[in-house]
């Protein structure tokens, strides 16, 4: 594998090169409502408030970032976690090969993939954020208001006869790559790509960022609309929410709706009974990290019992065995 390079006239930069990498997505993007949920070209200017955080994201003339450039940032993140877990060197410009990008965020590699990544790269160099929001170690008890572009600046390295990219240089924000050493990122599931419909993505990044592993959570449908960024009346957004709820689409997390406009998040592990879920080892635990470093294990538990549970509740002999084969054939 490629790592970290240093050249004394391009300075450092980081190849990708860890295609299995686990997908992670920073805590503040699944906190707050950065990117655009809109298919169309998005300009308006998004004042945000929410508690103590204040953000203002200012599109170009392009159109602001939506929830599906943030691929190329996750695609990255992931990366870069990757090698911060496994000990190597990382920097801020990343060096990436444009098919599998395409390829792990769940993209078409045709032209027009290659023309949609192309205009993605420039929504999210032109999208500018003023935001209180901190990353990393919160050593200075000083508020800081600061502004900045979620990618500095990206470059077509090399380029087909045929038009396409090949190779791509993409430099991030300073505030994004001290969230990634900070390690304030989470762990996504892949099915996350297969989500065509952005509040679909958005909901599942809320319900990731604020159940997590716990048994549930209950949210406002008040809060979850501002949250989740939609600029859709509130009997609309209710009507695209219930149908959602209805198809069960959501990765890992089960949305029921509750009196009072509350919607009650569980993960899908735990709508079984507590004692049918199979109870694994630590020991267990820490050979999947082996197996997948730099994985959540936790995660790939919780997938592994809704894939248990998809597949008959089967009862299990060894449920340690069976979990650690089920993560060799994920790492596989």
Known sequence: ?????????????????????????????????IFSLSTRPDRR??????GETEMTVTPSARGRA???????????????MAAVNAGRAT?????????????????????????????AFERLAGTRITTNITTGPKEDPVETTTGFGLIESWQIVRRTR?????????????????????????????????????????????????????????VAVEVLCLKSGSTSPRRVFRAMLREILKADTI???????????II???????????GQIPQLSDTARDKARNLMPGADV??????????????????????????????KKQAG
């Not at 990343?94 to 192309?118: I, M, P, V």
């Open 298 to 327: 936790y995660a790939l538990e919780a997938d592994w019992h809704a894939f248990w549970a998809a597949s008959g509740r089967r009862a299990l002999k060894s449920p340690d065995r069976a979990f650690l084969g089920w993560v």
């Open 162 to 218: 045929a038009g396409r990219m090949v190779s791509v240089s993409v430099t991030l924000s300073d505030w994004l790559y001290r969230a990634v050493l900070s390690k304030s990122v989470l762990t996504l599931n892949r099915a996350y790509f297969s989500l065509r419909r952005p509040l679909e993505r958005r909901l599942y990044e809320l319900a990731r960022k604020h159940c997590g592993r716990q048994p549930s959570c209950r």
């Open 1 to 33: 594998m490629t790592g970290a390079l240093s050249d004394p006239v391009q300075g450092d930069f980081f190849v990708c090169d860890f295609f299995a990498a686990v997908p992670k997505h920073d805590l503040a993007s699944m906190e707050h409502p």
């Open 91 to 119: 920097s801020r410009t990343l060096t990436l090969t444009a098919h599998d990008l395409l390829r792990a965020t769940g993209r078409e590699t045709s032209g027009d993939g290659y023309k949609r990544l192309r205009d």
């Open 45 to 50: 200017i998004l004042q945000y408030t929410h």
């Open 264 to 274: 009650l998040v569980t993960p899908r592990g735990m709508v079984l009974e507590a």
């Open 66 to 80: 939506t929830i599906f450039d943030a691929d190329i940032l996750i695609f990255c993140i992931s990366q870069l």
């Open 251 to 261: 990765p890992d997390y089960l949305l029921t709706e509750e009196p009072g406009d």
